[in-house]
């Protein structure tokens, strides 16, 4: 007997219509129609609402045959799928921001004059590089990139806010007057808590994940 079998079995054992087991789950009918024919696999969340509304325990719905072996592997591989789409979406927002950086920086030497330079650095260091730093903080505690450890990018978002003044501002100062100066360190400290309140917003409203199998 196939997963979908096992299914349809256990919720016609439990006396319920697919339109009451889909009412039930949250989805829609057809969706319970497609699992029960193996048209579709239910993710594995929707499997063990299924387990508790039919009774019926998760040892019977899932083992013993190569149906269910086959539901297992496409769980893993839809698991691995995800993983790969998480790890895509962390490269390209780390991308963007630092493009973002760059391309900052970038303007600032190449297009912009002494006479200007200043108004622009103060434009870059606090409005574009603040929110720039503090919406990819909050995408990255919304969508728990990183786990536990995402907290760590705090100070790395803080020293790129420091070698953001120090590229721009600090340096075209040194190059003015001929002489070199330290990076202002207290900068790093701006930077990280511009981060950690994004993204301590971000991980207060995490994203809801989406219902798969539908």
Not at 62 to 68: I, N, R, S, T
Not at 104 to 113: A, E, G, H, K, R
Not at 129 to 148: D, E, K, Q
Request: include cysteine.
């Amino acid at each position: 007997m196939d997963i979908g079998a096992k299914l349809k079995s256990a919720r016609v054992q439990a006396e319920m219509t697919q339109e009451q087991a889909a009412e039930a789950l949250g989805v829609s009918r057809q969706t319970v129609s497609n699992w029960e024919t193996a048209k579709t696999y239910p993710d594995i969340v929707s499997v063990v609402k299924m387990s508790d509304l039919y009774g019926v325990s998760l040892d019977r719905l899932l083992k013993g045959d190569q149906a269910a072996t086959d539901y297992l592997h496409y769980l893993g591989e839809s698991t691995d799928a995800v993983s790969s789409r998480r790890r895509q979406s962390f490269v390209t927002l780390v991308l963007v921001y630092l493009g973002i950086w760059a391309f900052s920086l970038i303007v600032f030497w190449f297009f912009t004059s002494g006479s200007d330079a200043m108004g622009y650095s103060l434009m870059f260091l606090w409005v574009l590089l603040p929110v720039t730093t503090f919406v990819t903080a909050l995408l990255i505690g919304r969508n728990g990139y990183g786990g536990r450890r995402k907290w760590l990018a705090c100070p790395a978002f803080g020293v790129m806010y420091m070698l953001a003044d120090y590229a721009t501002f600090s340096a075209a100062n040194m190059a003015a007057f001929g002489k070199f100066n330290l990076p202002e360190w207290g900068m790093i400290l701006s930077g990280a808590l511009v981060a950690l309140v994004g993204m301590a917003t971000g991980h207060s409203y995490p994203r809801r994940p989406d219902g798969g199998g539908q």
